[in-house]
């Protein structure tokens, strides 16, 4: 029995590294686009990120569940190992992404991980793959085109009806509209991705029968610790993506980074309240796609675009090749298993 709670200490702590390493390998996700703007200094927007994203980690539960519940059979998780393996294959793709200034998915890392980790402890029969592909798969092919396409609408929206305003003035009233939408788009990943973690450790309590089953809920004490370690994350900032978001894709100006912000928090927090786990950075680098469209398709810096796209396919497959990696490690040095 103790070492079953150490194990599960030491997972709750991984886990919440994890969360750790997403504000910070995401924070571009919030303020890239009012940071390349100039409508905030840049340690300003981290901070206010940072407090959005804490605020939106208790916007909600239906993430959590999915993550918790949808995706792996709990049969296949009654070992704290799988659970570790598949933390620590996400883990090690973001940082990677991250080193490499690729602004790839922390969700889709951390569903990559747990699917690769389960893989290689149970075989393919313990993911569920429908849920995989209804709540993960699908809105994450969906939702950065609809963002291309949201963008693009809003953006030109925007541009007709203040078509006969003075340039100067408008670009300075979207800079303070930008503090708004920045705000949006913060809450709505820390709505996001803060529940992922929150899943994950709901999990690893329920296999260590800590916590029971039925009913799937969320204890406040792992909310409160997700909402800091993610905002903490934020607070310290990811400046190699958010140099790529925020500048090497589209060159943006305040109104087109309100368009790309607010499309992006509109989006995000109704797949938060459905329940599925998508990007937020790939939301928002499709917003800012379809904002740049609007001016003209060569706007875009297409071979930036390709590399992200390229890192988008790549995610699920290479955490979850991590996770399985992972999976071996732990079984070759763990005597439970």
């Known amino acids: 029995m103790e070492t079953i709670i150490w194990l599960l200490a030491l997972v709750i702590i991984i886990a919440l590294a994890f969360d750790y390493v997403n504000g910070f390998h995401d924070a571009a996700n919030a303020i ?14 981290l901070i206010l990120a940072a407090f959005a994203n804490f605020a939106g980690a208790f916007m909600g539960g239906a993430v959590a569940y999915t993550i918790g519940k949808g995706l792996v059979d709990s049969d296949s998780i009654h070992h704290q190992e799988v659970i570790l393996a598949a933390l620590l294959g996400a883990i090690a793709w973001n940082l990677l992404t991250w080193y490499w200034g690729l602004p790839s998915s922390s969700s889709h890392a951390l569903v990559g991980g747990l699917v690769g980790a389960v893989l290689f402890w149970k075989g393919t029969a313990f993911v569920q793959w429908a849920g995989v592909v209804k ?29 006969n305003a003075n340039p100067f003035r408008i670009q300075k009233r979207f800079k303070k509209l930008q503090m708004i939408s920045a705000t949006l788009m913060a809450l709505s990943h820390g709505s996001n991705d803060a529940q992922k973690v929150m899943g994950i450790i709901t999990m690893a309590l329920i296999t260590a029968k800590v916590q029971d089953e039925e009913p799937f ?7 409160l610790s997700c909402a800091t370690a993610i905002a903490l994350g934020t607070s310290a900032g990811g400046w190699r993506i958010i140099k790529t978001m925020g500048g090497k894709v589209v060159k943006l100006q305040p109104i087109n980074g309100f368009a790309a912000e607010l ?75």
């Open 135 to 163: 709540k993960v798969v699908v809105p994450g092919l969906v939702a950065p085109l609809l963002g291309i396409f949201v963008g693009f609408w809003i953006m030109v929206t925007l541009m007709w009806a203040f078509r």
């Open 217 to 223: 809920y969320v204890a406040w004490w792992v909310k």
């Open 32 to 45: 890239a686009t009012v940071v390349s703007t100039r409508a905030m200094a840049p340690r300003a927007a």
């Open 263 to 337: 499309t992006s928090g509109i989006i995000l927090m109704t797949t938060a309240k459905l329940g599925f786990p998508v990007s937020t950075t790939h939301v928002i680098t499709g917003a800012i796609m379809g904002v740049g469209a609007s001016k003209r398709i060569s706007a875009v810096r297409w071979g930036v675009a390709g590399n992200i796209l390229t890192a988008w396919v790549l995610t699920i497959p290479a955490a979850a090749l991590m996770g399985g990696v992972f999976m071996l490690i732990v079984k070759a040095v763990s005597n439970d298993i």
